[in-house]
């Protein structure tokens, strides 16, 4: 017996409900899109996290990995991994050694510092100065020249040392203009410089009287002390009192003129009437090799003038160690005592005493 069809049964509204949606192809898309920016963001997420820790981790810890780089990329050239040092992990700065080693050749590479005038270069050999404080003044001098010219002038001389232009300023850089042309070069700069920087006490208060002492006669009279006050005090009727208290208690013989011995006293009693050359020293010092190496400077002459003095008494050089004879043969440059010319520096004051004369009696020749 013929089996009966089936009737197909209705339709479950249901069933035909849950199938609306979009098609397969479309789900797997969107499946594959979502997975991918996933994967996105999770790149994104690390990157973030790996940048984060880089800017967190210690310099150290950049330095190691960049020197394990460097490792790495000479053991893929062929190079043995012993050529690249491995850096301490401990280590926070670089060592004494390498920080020493490191101005030699900083030094060594500067361009030598070539003196032409004669003067400055007996100068610099009498103070035992070598290229290292040629550098220093090189540095000093290119500061002060701010219009690149290589030479420098009054104004730029004495704005960079914060002085006010005076008669003993004009007269201080007349001294250095060697060749008379208001500018100084280098050369002139090194060869006075040094030497004014050199002066005694006597030396600036000889330096002083001259300039005040417009006849050369010897003596400051009543009309060459007035013109001292102006000039030293800026017209500062304080200071001008002073001055005239002074030459009424310092002209002891009472001729009315103050001879340089009464010239002397008076600074030991009034010391800031002749300060701005005294402070003008200190400054040139500042501007030429810094206070710290004249210190070291001052320290080498008198070394020598020891020795000078015990070898006149004694009619022989004083004894020595075995190190003191072997630092002073091998190791001079480094740990020893420069040479310097004693006779020379002393010599200096004297000669521009006289240049200083020299002009002065041209001036009032010329003025006759």
């Known amino acids: 017996m013929a089996k009966k069809p089936k009737s197909p049964k209705p339709a479950d509204p249901i069933l035909n409900k849950r199938k609306v949606g979009p098609a397969p192809t479309v789900i797997s898309a969107n499946l ?58 401990g280590a926070k700065e670089k060592s004494a050694l390498a920080v020493v080693l490191a101005k030699c050749f900083k030094s060594l590479a500067r361009p030598t510092v070539k003196l032409q005038h004669p003067q400055a270069i007996k100068m610099t050999e009498a103070l035992g100065l070598g290229q290292r404080h040629l550098r220093i003044m090189r540095d000093q001098f290119d500061d002060i020249d701010v219009d690149g010219s290589g030479n420098i002038d009054a104004v730029e001389l004495f704005e960079a040392m914060g002085e006010v232009r005076s008669k003993i300023t004009e007269e201080l850089f007349a001294m250095m203009d060697m060749d008379g042309n208001a500018r100084l070069d280098f050369d002139e700069y090194v060869a006075v410089a040094l030497s004014y920087c ?13 300039l005040f002492d417009l006849d050369s006669g ?82 080498n002459i008198n070394y020598w003038q020891k020795i000078k003095e015990y070898t006149d008494k004694e009619g022989e050089a004083p004894p020595s160690s075995r190190w003191e004879r072997f630092r002073e043969k091998y190791l001079r440059k480094c740990f020893g005592h420069p040479p310097v010319d004693l006779e020379y520096i002393a010599s200096q004051s004297k000669m521009e005493q006289a240049k200083r004369a020299a002009a002065e009696e041209a001036r009032l020749k010329a003025g006759g």
Request: glycine share 4%; with cysteine; charged share 35%.
């Open 32 to 89: 594959k899109t979502m997975k991918r920016s996933n994967k996105e963001l999770a790149a994104q997420r690390e990157a973030r996290m790996r940048n984060a820790a880089e800017r967190a981790a210690p310099k150290e810890k950049k330095e190691r990995l960049a020197v394990r780089g460097e490792a790495t990329r000479n053991a893929q050239a062929g190079k043995s991994s012993s050529d690249t040092p491995m850096k301490d992990s």
């Open 198 to 210: 050199m002066y005694t006490k006597d030396d600036i208060l000889k330096f002083c009287f001259d």
């Open 218 to 299: 010897g003596t400051i009279d009543e009309k060459e002390f007035t013109e001292m006050c102006v000039a030293v005090s800026a017209g500062d009727p304080l200071f001008s009192g002073n001055f005239r208290m002074a030459l009424e208690n310092f002209d002891t013989n009472d001729d009315g003129l103050i001879d340089f011995d009464e010239f002397r006293n008076l600074n030991d009693r009034y010391p800031m009437i002749l300060h701005p050359a005294f402070r003008m020293q200190d400054k040139l010092q500042k501007y030429t090799l810094g206070e710290e190496e004249w210190v070291k400077v001052m320290e």
